[in-house]
């Protein structure tokens, strides 16, 4: 059974640095490329970063780059999203997915997201 | 960076009736390799996205055969023939031709 969970948010201040982690089970996630994307409240979806199956190619949304930084730990089956500088538009639900990475035929796979909230 | 605009930002809907949801690309996402790369997700309340159409017209594992996606290029729509109460939520369509990736603002459905 495929499962992702994600751990680490919480609240934090302006400024602060919080690490999230996104446990993969059921696939290995040497296979596919993993993204986080988060969701603001109220609001739509933003895609944050990627993180390439082989773990060298990862890229950044505008909003993110020079602050977050996508990792991963194939030994724990883990991606990680460092989050240094935070800042109040930074709050959102974090959600780890395979989003479009695939082996041949599409898969879905989501995690139920972490909420950072940041705030004074 | 592509941005993707929906239109209507939200619709009504009586059970059996049909929907249809807009999204218009600022670029064409027609790849090289002769795909397009034009997704559609439905987020409910409470619960992360699930994909429901991937490349234009592909239902995904498990999606009813009344979701029908189409068009090419830059504009594309997402069909349901029958709205049934359970597909209430908000739809977004995603582009992947490019990084970053994009999603357009989201189409909120309801049932009257």
């Known amino acids: 059974q495929v499962q992702l969970v994600e751990s680490g948010g919480g609240v934090v201040q302006p400024g602060g640095s919080r690490r999230l982690s996104c446990a993969a089970s059921?696939?290995?996630?040497?296979?596919?490329?993993m993204h986080w994307v988060r969701q603001a409240p109220g609001r739509g979806l933003e895609w944050v970063a990627f993180?390439?199956?082989?773990?060298?190619?990862?890229f950044y949304g505008d909003s993110v780059r020079g602050r977050f930084t996508i990792s991963r730990d194939t030994s724990k089956n883990t991606v990680y999203l460092q989050m240094n500088s935070l800042r109040e538009e930074d709050t959102a639900v974090y959600y780890c997915?395979?989003?479009?990475?695939?082996?041949?035929?599409?898969?879905?796979?989501w995690g139920q997201g972490t909420l950072v909230t940041v705030s004074s | 960076e592509i941005v993707l605009t929906q239109t209507p930002v939200s619709l009504s809907v009586t059970p059996g009736q049909p929907a249809s949801i807009s999204c218009k690309s600022s670029?064409?996402?027609?790849?090289?390799?002769?795909?397009?790369?034009l997704y559609w997700y439905l987020q409910k309340a409470g619960q992360p996205p699930q994909l429901q159409i991937y490349e234009v017209f592909n239902r995904f594992s498990g999606v009813p055969d009344r979701f029908r996606g189409s068009g090419s290029g830059t504009d594309f729509t997402l069909t349901i023939s029958r709205v049934e109460p359970e597909d209430v939520g908000i739809y977004y369509c995603?582009?992947?031709?490019?990084?970053?990736?994009?999603f357009g603002p989201g189409t909120k459905l309801e049932i009257k």
């Open positions: 997915t395979n989003l479009d990475s695939r082996i041949g035929t599409y898969s879905d796979y």
């Open positions: 995603m582009q992947s031709i490019h990084v970053p990736r994009t």
């Open positions: 059921g696939f290995s996630i040497s296979d596919y490329g």
């Open positions: 670029q064409s996402l027609l790849h090289s390799d002769g795909q397009t790369y």
């Open positions: 993180i390439g199956f082989d773990g060298i190619y990862k």
